[in-house]
Nanobody, 116 residues
């Protein structure tokens, strides 16, 4: 089994920054890809950013230039630095891990609320 523990969410004002963390543990074997998804009320879950074991990244158009994904392979931890937050960024943010065998795992989610 694989466990993903997210932290760093909260309530912030527009223009503020937050840093999310996701620590993976358990029967990881190795990690092919880790990513952050988000789901706002009434909307589908969407990819925010992802990073492969080789360090390649991709971002949703809506966060490009504002969010940065990074990872510490030794700690099996992925981070999402979110700058210039907007009310539209309000959502539950989920960490996702994909193993080389194709199995995927989700974290429990962390709430990010951007409001004045």
């Amino acid at each position: 089994q694989v466990q993903l523990v997210e932290s760093g969410g909260g309530l912030v004002q527009p223009g503020s920054s937050l840093r999310l963390s996701c620590a993976a543990s358990g029967n990881i074997l190795s990690v092919k890809r880790m990513g952050w998804y988000r789901q706002a009320p009434g909307k589908q879950r969407e990819l925010v950013a992802a990073i492969t074991s080789g360090g390649s990244t991709n971002y949703a158009d809506s966060v490009t230039g504002r969010f940065t994904i990074s990872r510490d392979n030794a700690k099996n931890t992925v981070y999402l630095q979110m700058n210039s937050l907007k009310p539209d960024d309000t959502a539950v943010y989920y960490c996702h891990l994909t193993r080389p065998d194709g199995l995927g795992y989700w974290g429990q989610g962390t709430q990010v609320t951007v409001s004045s």
